[in-house]
């Protein structure tokens, strides 16, 4: 952990100026109804609006000559995409991504319009993966992992070194594990700097590979369903670096349902006027089903992006309306 740790302090120096710092805002609606103090990462207000743009500005700075000549290829549901389109963008590094048909329209306009070759294949996001790694593999250009590469995991780890600086004294963070490369990274810096602060994992209970991983001790195959958190489902590939950072640095785990989900995106939308993705819903939800636990506690979620898909988010609203009505 020390040797990560000290690739996230290098990346915290390295990715500026072309990854800011995100606010850390206080959530009044949040803190008076959950009788704590309530911090949110505002992750969703990042360039391309998501925690991806940091891991992928690590990894493009950290290619060598040759491969920065070549350019990159990489798969994605959508934010990583962007990030890794934004990041060879403004290192003069060709990207091409891979997407499955399924993947939002908005999200694959936003690749594109970041200037990379997008490529949409006929079949699932595990589909559009296995071509993209197929075609790196033809064509010699390295594969830019969304989160199985310590680059990656070292460049969203920043997060956590922003974190203790802005609130150096938080009982606990809570943030959304899809592959575990936000939270291994966060986790990573949060127990290097203040080991006090607890490090809370949470996932929708329709995906939860790393956390049936995390239980059976060793990385298994978990049935997935659809998710309003659609940025944090996918397998944990076997052998993924990820997973023995998340047996060290995660303190608690929860699962919340898509309605708790719904509801969560529906108070930031009131509280903060911030549409929020389902995997940020996913944070901010954790954080109310134990709130009694963290009752008069400092505690902060991170937002990890911002729902560009209009009609996925007036969908969560509708949810946590009926639900809660």
Same mark, same amino acid.
């Given at each position: 952990? %020390?040797?990560?740790?000290?690739?996230?302090?290098?990346?915290?120096?390295?990715?500026?100026?072309? @990854?800011?710092?995100?606010?850390?805002?206080?959530?009044?609606?949040?803190?008076?109804?959950?009788?704590?103090?309530?911090?949110?990462? !505002? /992750?969703?207000?990042?360039?391309?609006?998501?925690?991806?743009? +940091?891991?992928?500005?690590?990894?493009? +700075?950290?290619?060598?000559?040759?491969?920065?000549?070549?350019?990159?290829?990489?798969?994605?549901?959508?934010?990583?995409?962007?990030?890794?389109?934004?990041? #060879?963008?403004?290192?003069?590094? #060709?990207?091409? $991504?891979?997407?499955?048909?399924?993947?939002?329209?908005?999200?694959? !306009?936003?690749?594109?319009?970041?200037?990379?070759?997008?490529?949409?294949?006929?079949?699932?996001? =595990?589909?559009? /993966?296995?071509?993209?790694?197929?075609?790196?593999?033809?064509?010699?250009?390295?594969?830019?992992?969304?989160?199985?590469?310590?680059?990656?995991?070292?460049?969203?780890?920043?997060?956590?070194?922003? =974190?203790?600086?802005?609130?150096?004294?938080?009982?606990?963070?809570?943030? &959304?594990?899809?592959?575990?490369?936000?939270?291994?990274? %966060?986790?990573?810096?949060?127990?290097?700097?203040?080991?006090?602060?607890?490090?809370?994992? %949470?996932?929708?209970?329709?995906?939860? &590979?790393?956390?049936?991983?995390?239980?059976?001790?060793?990385? $298994? /195959?978990?049935?997935?369903?659809?998710?309003?958190?659609?940025?944090?489902?996918?397998? $944990?590939?076997?052998?993924? @670096?990820?997973?023995?950072?998340?047996?060290?640095?995660?303190?608690?785990?929860?699962? *919340?349902? /898509?309605?708790?989900?719904?509801?969560?995106?529906?108070?930031? !939308?009131?509280?903060?006027?911030?549409?929020?993705?389902?995997?940020?819903?996913?944070?901010?939800?954790?954080?109310?089903?134990?709130?009694?636990?963290?009752?008069?506690?400092?505690?902060?979620? *991170?937002? &990890?992006?911002?729902?560009?898909? %209009?009609?996925?988010?007036?969908?969560?609203?509708?949810? #946590?309306?009926?639900?809660?009505?």
């Amino acid at each position: 952990m %020390v040797s990560l740790f000290e690739r996230i302090l290098e990346a915290h120096e390295g990715i500026r100026p072309d @990854v800011p710092v995100s606010t850390l805002e206080r959530s009044t609606l949040l803190s008076r109804e959950l009788e704590s103090d309530v911090w949110l990462k !505002a /992750e969703h207000l990042m360039p391309t609006g998501s925690f991806k743009v +940091r891991g992928s500005a690590n990894k493009i +700075r950290t290619l060598g000559t040759a491969a920065k000549r070549t350019g990159v290829i990489t798969a994605s549901t959508g934010n990583h995409g962007q990030g890794v389109a934004r990041a #060879g963008g403004l290192a003069g590094v #060709g990207v091409t $991504v891979y997407v499955s048909r399924t993947t939002t329209k908005s999200k694959m !306009a936003a690749i594109e319009a970041l200037g990379a070759e997008l490529v949409v294949v006929q079949g699932s996001a =595990l589909d559009a /993966e296995k071509e993209a790694r197929h075609q790196s593999e033809l064509t010699g250009k390295p594969y830019v992992a969304p989160y199985n590469d310590l680059d990656t995991v070292a460049g969203q780890g920043t997060l956590g070194v922003e =974190l203790f600086e802005q609130a150096s004294d938080l009982d606990a963070v809570f943030v &959304c594990v899809g592959g575990g490369g936000l939270i291994g990274g %966060v986790g990573t810096a949060l127990k290097m700097l203040n080991p006090r602060t607890r490090v809370v994992g %949470v996932w929708p209970k329709a995906s939860t &590979c790393m956390l049936d991983s995390l239980n059976a001790g060793h990385i $298994v /195959e978990t049935p997935e369903y659809e998710t309003l958190s659609d940025g944090s489902t996918g397998a $944990v590939e076997p052998g993924s @670096v990820t997973f023995p950072i998340c047996q060290e640095v995660i303190d608690e785990t929860l699962t *919340v349902s /898509e309605d708790e989900i719904a509801h969560a995106m529906r108070l930031v !939308a009131e509280g903060e006027r911030w549409m929020i993705e389902g995997a940020a819903g996913v944070a901010v939800a954790g954080l109310i089903q134990t709130a009694a636990r963290y009752r008069g506690k400092k505690v902060a979620v *991170v937002l &990890c992006g911002r729902n560009i898909a %209009v009609e996925t988010f007036l969908d969560a609203m509708k949810r #946590g309306e009926s639900e809660h009505s």
